[in-house]
């Protein structure tokens, strides 16, 4: 049994997930942002966040063809690179919606693109992306204010940008009965995610949209461990090719099983491989058929949210176990913190 962590916000903001992801599915009007869309005149969709909310959209990216994933840590350090004789729909992702990033990709686009429309998905009703004016045309979705995690980790706010992005980008569905299933999904996952000791090292590989699972799933121990879990991720058929040499006898193992063919057979393999070459280490597989079985009809899209799920859980025990403030792991070292701020933006040529 895990000891009572409901005391640290983290730990709280992940379990809620579930009842945001129904209620919100309610509210989300998908038609009216397919109907916007259909009206604007762009060459490409572009996702575009840092961090967290950069692998938003490399998940999608690797899911829905025809689109792309630009993190603003790229663009605002090459913006003419990307925005030269380009028209993108520019997709925004951010927690906070205030990192320094996030506001010099706005200048930008207002120098190099200013009539690009833009999609805006943030947490934070008072932030830059929901409040800033442009003369490009311009929807804002702003999420339950149970999003805006107040923890250091984003958990809820990475889940549900992320299925509001898939509810708007990828094939029609009926987004309330899907996000409904994920979240009864969830709920019975949520208690299986905290049988694991604590690792020395912690590696975490996909398929697809399921490798930047992993990555995200990697960011989530190395944050709330402050860096004392050193943590991998890959791709399935990438893992052999050097990364492999990660794995010690303390590694734990996660490997997030597509539900498509055949990556679900290379997935497979790998698991059984890495169980022969490495029989001290913990092997595990979430997904369809796995040690920790996910029932999944979709694609690897939109199971990502509930493959991390299971690292932002085993991120927070460890952490706890740790002796770290899981809220805030890096409280006192002024090395990190939950808003990247004060980077200096340089102007941007035009």
């Not at 983290?10 to 397919?34: F, N, Y």
């Not at 003369?135 to 804002?140: F, G, S």
């Not at 009965?177 to 000791?197: G, I, K, M, T, W």
Request: glycine letters at 6%; proline letters at 7%; aromatic letters at 8%.
């Amino acid at each position: 049994m895990t000891k009572d962590l409901s005391h640290w916000a983290t730990w709280r903001e992940i379990h809620r997930q579930p009842a945001i992801w129904r209620d919100w599915s309610k509210q989300l009007d998908v038609d009216g942002l397919r109907d916007w869309i259909a009206q604007q005149d762009f060459d490409e969709v572009w996702f575009c966040g840092a961090g967290t909310s950069a692998y938003i959209g490399d998940i999608i990216a690797a899911e829905v063809k025809g689109t792309r994933s630009v993190p603003t840590t790229d663009l605002v350090a090459r913006p003419t690179h990307y925005l030269k004789n380009v028209r993108p729909l520019v997709v925004s992702f951010g927690r906070s919606g205030n990192s320094s990033e996030t506001i010099g990709t706005l200048d930008a686009l207002d120098a190099l693109a200013p009539s690009a429309p833009r999609l805006n998905i943030t947490c934070n009703q008072d932030s830059a992306l929901a409040a800033r004016q442009s003369i490009a045309p311009t929807k804002i979705i702003v999420l339950p204010e149970a999003t805006h995690d107040a923890g250091f980790a984003m958990t809820s706010s990475f889940s549900t940008m992320l299925l509001t992005a898939l509810a708007v980008f990828d094939q029609p569905c009926d987004v309330p009965a899907r996000l409904s299933h994920l979240a009864d999904q969830l709920e019975v996952l949520l208690p299986l995610f905290v049988a694991q000791p604590r690792p020395g090292r912690s590696v975490y590989v996909g398929t697809g949209p399921l490798a930047f699972a992993a990555r995200e799933a990697a960011l989530k121990v190395t944050e709330l461990s402050a860096g004392r879990i050193p943590a991998l991720w890959d791709s399935t058929l990438g893992f052999r090719h050097g990364p492999k040499s990660f794995v010690t006898d303390d590694t734990a193992i996660t490997l997030f099983s597509s539900p498509m063919f055949p990556a679900a057979q290379y997935d497979h393999d790998l698991a059984a491989e890495l169980a022969m070459q490495f029989p001290k280490a913990s092997i595990e597989t979430i997904g369809p058929g796995g040690d920790i079985d996910i029932t999944q009809p979709f694609n690897g899209a939109w199971m990502a949210p509930l493959c991390v799920a299971a690292a932002q859980c085993r991120s927070v025990i460890w952490s706890d176990e740790l002796g770290l403030n899981v809220d805030d792991p890096f409280a006192g070292q002024d090395t990190l913190s939950r808003v990247v701020s004060g980077v200096t933006l340089y102007p941007v040529a035009t």
